[in-house]
């Protein structure tokens, strides 16, 4: 029974795409949007019935498929493996899945490839559940390269437009560069255990023979992949681009769901990263610098998406710096919370969006307080969550990380504290550019002002309310995350006693958050600033508005070089082999007027040849015997 | 029933074809087809059963030469791949007219009998003459049926047919050496030689020759992508779906257990150049313009792939390169069949003047699409399990080699997205597309449901290969 439960779990949303792909266009949207959501919502009451059952008698759920790949040393089975881990990930997968779902219904009502949009939603979700429930490796990697896949959909939704097309393939592309990682780290486990299970390699790794070099060097090719998916220096360009995808897909895939991928992947290998230690530094410091970089450009950017994506690298970042300090739990302790407040941030981000009939420029907006009520507080309590204010969600998870950086490295603290300040400072101005003052976009605009639907407006207050309650899974002294992921871990992550310590840290966390705050509000509500247009921007701002010019750098070092080796092997390279070969050709068969022959195009000559060629072998080997 | 059957049927449809009148040709031409891979699969069930389907009979006295035919799990796969992408490829034909096409079906036909005939032939001799006869209808297909300016398409199809000729000239000169030595033909007799390594090295030189032309390796590809670009797409699909596998087939069936040690010394250098195939192949096919052009880059980086597992010389290499062959088989004929779809709507495959086609044929884009994300290896295509194997027997060799092959993931990635964005994506094209009809819809449908089929469960194909493989392992290190 729970076999065929577990099934459906999965399957679930891959009928939900395979009716939208085949029957979506004959139904009504509202049938389409339905069925698309409907199917996300029987994965979700499935994953909270095997959550109950792990709750009552704490053992995990495993199951093998069917027999997949197989090479010489070892086999795979497509395996579910529902564990605490999974069901975690499936749990807010799931159930954020289907609040956006929902709020898509009503988002992309008057989109005509409506019922594509739910078809790849619904892939997502499979996928991203694939990712999850495998037993093994490589059953991982499907959904990994599957969730790729659909996030290159999704971006190029609106395939029309082709910037937004350039977008998705890069997207696609640079996840790719990761993935190579995540197969030779696959390879380099097979080599050493003969598996890619991870019961197995757990095992295994415990055994302890393994060449250590080779450990680290296989989790350190895992950690590229996870770069990809998650968006890490140097892999995180894609990212902001993905912006050009529909909003709820924004909020879904690229910052509730998919992008904790990597974050997933290292926890479910804990006992591999564990033992090495070098590159747990490497992860450490990698998120640092990536929370760090991601947060001064959110500074600075006029795009209301593309300042949460960088907010979302960002916090990504935070997460890789707790990962690698070995404290897992507190990583995923973010990841959830980060879940709800980011999910509402973008989906607010959404509505207002729709409201103001696609624009994104916060230049451009302002004073939406009274006109979008429900979703100007949704989204204040996300930005609270966020910013890491008491007693939200974010101030929990947020503090933790911070309290774990402290005690390992104080630079490491430092650099994620300032990221803090930075997003307490940037969520603020977006804020207050979007909600306060005056409304600066046309009169048009401004006389359809209006609060979006129900539909949107009711997955913006249960994510509000979750970004609210959101830290009660894991507030010290209960600790219940870390009790319930401790059967996952290898290495038990010390649960914070709080003495004087926890409430200094506290403290100056909250005062930083602040002091982010009150820096936003004096810039953009105290003196009314609004940023400048592109071409005023001048000096070291200049730089950070334009990203660091990372891209540009990116495009200088590879894009630049590959294209112009490709055009040179095109024009130059390929005609000079092919006279040198066709040379040898000529020459072998004779100079003058039979190659001419040859040349002409006369198939007697071949055939002549063939058989002659033939007939003398046989006559020389009659001969020489 | 034995294998002979099979080739006298395609012999039969062959001549049948011809003299059915151009009205009836192509549809006289899939029935044989069709006919052809339903006694396969007959075959195939027979063999799994354990029956003796080959056939042995002597033919030539002095010198020894058999008629010796024989089916072991590789030769069935490379027979099934034949007699399936047979029929697909004449219905594929269906919505093209072709003048004579009488001949041109019955050409077809019997390039498929030498095919099959060469993947089947345990006679050196015999093999060299079924892998020089299917040379034969290639060369009038691509020369008579093929399109452009017709003196630059005598130029690229001549140079073609040198090219295969000089090559195999050498194979033949080889196989005289080897039968000097062993006083047979016959594969099991010319596996039991004991070479010296000198002899091994002229030998394995000679073979590779032929191969590195017909496969291609670098730098003997030159002639493949003009006559790709050439011939017409029925043409195109035989070559880089059906034939170009006769070099790959060949280098584990005769080069390899021939030669043993020559291979084992100078591996590292053929896996280099193999994979150097791939990178060069992936970065020519950044900047093609014409559409078949770029497929003709990408089976080339693709083949370098196949050809570098087959010569780690290992059991996962060997078997990666052969599920490779399939799935490569499979998925550039839909590819080259999507690149004729959109020529007979457009008469263009430049792919500058493409674009905006999505917009008006979603049937089409979605299975073009999923035919872009096989050809970049998706976990879940068959092509990925073809794809995973062999990086997994190169990173056992050296894990450089998996990392250098492996950036085919990227590169691949990068030409073919571009590639489809350019000809599929953007604004709605001013002139109109019709979405595919019946017949060309079961093309698609087919190779995508193969190639998804055996993606997820490819259990079947592993256990009709592997244990050949295994045997032609021992005899290499005998």
Redesign the interface.
């Known amino acids: 029974m729970d076999t065929n439960l577990a099934l459906l779990l999965l399957l679930s949303p891959f009928v939900g795409f395979l009716f939208n792909i085949f029957f979506g266009k004959k139904v009504s949207k509202g049938i389409s949007g339905a069925i698309g959501t409907l199917t996300v919502v029987v994965s979700f009451l499935l994953s909270i019935c095997f959550f109950a059952q792990l709750n009552q008698n704490g053992k995990p759920f495993e199951i093998s498929l069917f027999d997949w790949i197989q090479v010489s040393n070892f086999k795979l089975d497509f395996g579910i493996l529902l564990d605490q881990l999974s069901l975690l990930w499936l749990l807010f997968v799931t159930g954020i899945g289907s609040l956006i779902h929902l709020y898509s219904i009503s988002y992309m009502h008057d989109d005509e490839n409506m019922h594509k949009f739910f078809a790849y939603l619904n892939l997502f979700v499979f996928f991203m559940i694939t990712l999850v429930v495998g037993n093994n490796l490589l059953v991982m990697f499907i959904g990994w390269e599957g969730v790729g896949l659909c996030s290159y959909l999704l971006i190029g939704f609106w395939y029309k437009n082709q910037p937004y097309n350039d977008a998705a393939k890069k997207a696609f592309i640079m996840n790719r560069i990761g993935d190579l990682g995540f197969l030779i780290g696959m390879f380099i486990i097979a080599a050493l255990f003969s598996t890619l299970n991870y019961a197995e390699i757990k095992s295994a790794v415990a055994s302890g023979d393994a060449n250590s070099a080779l450990l680290g060097l296989a989790a350190l090719c895992l950690f590229i992949g996870a770069c990809g998916k998650s968006a890490q220096l140097p892999l995180y360009t894609w990212l902001p681009d993905a912006m050009a995808g529909p909003t709820p897909v924004s909020a879904l895939i690229h910052a509730a769901t998919m992008v904790t991928a990597g974050i997933f992947m290292v926890t479910r290998m804990n006992f591999l990263f564990d033992l090495t230690p070098d590159v747990q530094n490497i992860i450490a410091i990698v998120g640092a610098i990536t929370a760090l970089v991601a947060a001064s450009i959110g500074l600075l950017q006029n795009d209301i998406k593309k300042v949460l994506a960088y907010s979302t690298v960002s916090q990504l970042g935070l997460m890789f710096l707790a990962l690698g300090l070995g404290a897992y739990t507190v990583a995923v302790f973010h990841v959830i919370t980060h879940a709800f407040f980011k999910a509402c941030l973008f989906l607010g981000s959404g509505s207002v969006i729709h409201g103001l009939h696609g624009e994104q420029d916060m230049r451009k907006m302002g004073g939406l307080r009274k006109a979008m009520p429900i979703t100007f507080w949704t989204m204040m309590i996300s930005t609270l969550a966020i910013a890491g204010i008491f007693p939200f969600a974010g101030f929990w998870s947020k503090d933790e990380i911070l309290m774990v950086a402290f005690g390992h490295n104080k630079a490491l603290w430092i650099v994620a504290s300032i990221a803090s300040i930075m997003t307490a400072f940037y969520m603020f101005r977006l804020m207050y550019l979007t909600f306060f003052r005056e409304f600066r976009g046309t009169e048009e605009q401004k006389h359809h002002l209006h609060e979006s639907p129900k539909l949107i407006t009711i997955p913006l207050v249960i994510l509000a309310v979750l970004a609210v309650i959101g830290g009660a899974i894991n507030l010290p002294g209960s600790m219940w995350l870390n009790h319930f992921l401790e059967p996952v871990l290898v290495a038990k992550h010390e649960a914070h006693h709080l003495g004087t310590q926890e409430f200094i840290l506290m403290g100056i966390a909250l005062v930083g958050a602040i002091i982010g705050i009150v820096w936003a509000n004096a810039k953009y509500i105290k003196q009314g600033f609004v940023p400048k247009e592109d071409a005023e921007i001048v000096g070291f701002s200049k730089t950070i508005y334009n990203k660091y010019y990372v891209d540009e750098f990116y495009t200088f070092l590879i894009v630049k070089p590959l294209n112009g080796l490709s055009n040179f092997f095109r024009t130059t390279l390929e005609p000079a082999l092919g006279k040198v070969v066709y040379g040898f050709g000529t020459v072998a068969n004779g100079i003058g007027s039979q190659g001419k022959k040859l040349q002409n195009g006369n198939i007697g000559l071949y055939l002549f040849v063939f058989v002659i060629g033939i007939c003398a072998i046989i006559t020389y080997l009659f001969i020489a015997q | 029933m034995d294998v002979t059957t099979l080739l006298i049927l395609l012999l039969i449809g062959a001549v049948a074809t011809l003299v059915s009148g151009d009205k009836l040709a192509s549809k006289v031409a899939l029935l044989f087809s069709l006919v052809a891979f339903g006694l396969s699969i007959n075959l195939l069930l027979q063999f799994n059963q354990g029956t003796d389907i080959g056939f042995v009979s002597n033919w ?1 006295a ?2 020894k030469v058999a008629l010796a035919l024989k089916a072991d799990g590789l030769s069935m796969a490379m027979v099934l791949l034949t007699t399936a992408l047979t029929p697909l490829i004449i219905l594929s034909s269906f919505g093209n007219s072709f003048n004579n096409s009488k001949n041109f079906y019955a050409l077809v036909l019997f390039m498929a009998f030498a095919m099959v005939g060469t993947f089947l032939a345990a006679d050196g ?1 015999l093999y ?2 079924f892998w ?1 006869l299917a040379l ?1 209808p290639i ?2 297909i691509a ?1 008579i049926w093929g399109n452009g300016d017709v003196e630059e398409r ?2 690229a ?3 073609f ?3 295969t ?2 090559g195999s ?1 050498f194979m ?2 080889g ?2 050496y080897l ?2 030595k062993a006083g047979s033909f016959l594969l099991e007799d010319l596996y039991k030689l004991e070479l010296s390594n000198q002899e091994q090295f002229w030998i394995f030189f000679a073979f590779f020759l032929a191969y590195a032309i017909k496969i291609p390796i670098i ?2 590809h ?1 002639w493949q ?1 003009k006559v790709y670009q050439k011939a017409p797409t029925v043409g195109t699909m035989l070559l880089s779906g059906i034939m170009l596998k006769m070099g790959l087939y060949s280098v584990i069936r005769w080069q390899l257990p021939i030669a043993p040690d020559a291979a084992k010394e100078y591996m590292p250098i053929l896996i280099g150049l193999s994979i150097a195939g791939v990178i ?1 192949g992936s ?6 313009k014409d559409l078949k052009k770029l497929l003709a880059y990408s089976s080339l980086a693709h083949v370098g792939l196949i050809a570098a597992g087959c010569y780690t010389l ?3 290499g060997l ?2 390169a052969v599920y490779q062959m399939i799935a490569h088989g499979f998925v550039i004929v839909g590819l080259f069949f999507a690149a004729e779809v959109i020529f007979r709507r457009f008469e263009t495959r430049k792919i500058d003047e493409l674009g ?1 086609i ?2 008006q044929a979603s049937g089409f884009t ?1 299975m073009f699409m999923i035919l872009v ?1 096989a050809s970049v290896a ?3 295509t068959y092509n990925f ?1 073809g794809e ?2 062999v ?3 190169l ?2 060799v050296n ?1 450089w080699f ?2 250098i092959g ?2 085919t ?2 590169l691949g ?2 030409y073919m ?2 590639m489809f ?1 350019n000809v599929m ?4 094209n001013t002139k109109v597309f019709k979405d595919v009809n019946v017949s060309e819809a079961i093309v698609f449908v087919v190779i995508i449901g193969f190639l998804l089929f055996f993606g ?4 079947p194909i ?1 256990d009709l290969v592997n244990p050949a493989i295994k045997e032609i392992l021992a005899v290499i290190n005998r």
């Open positions: 030539i002095n010198p001799l060299y003459i020089e034969i060369y009038f020369l005598k130029k199809v001549v140079k047919f040198i090219y000729l000089a000239l033949l000169v196989f005289a039968y000097s730098p003997f030159t992508a060069y970065i020519v096919a950044l900047r093609q290992t059991a996962d078997n990666g905006g999505r917009s979605s994300l998706l976990p879940g399990v995973f194997t990086l997994y027997s990173s056992q894990i998996a990392v492996g950036t993931i990227i990635a990068y997205l571009k964005q994506l953007g604004e709605t997820l469960y490819p259990k592993n």
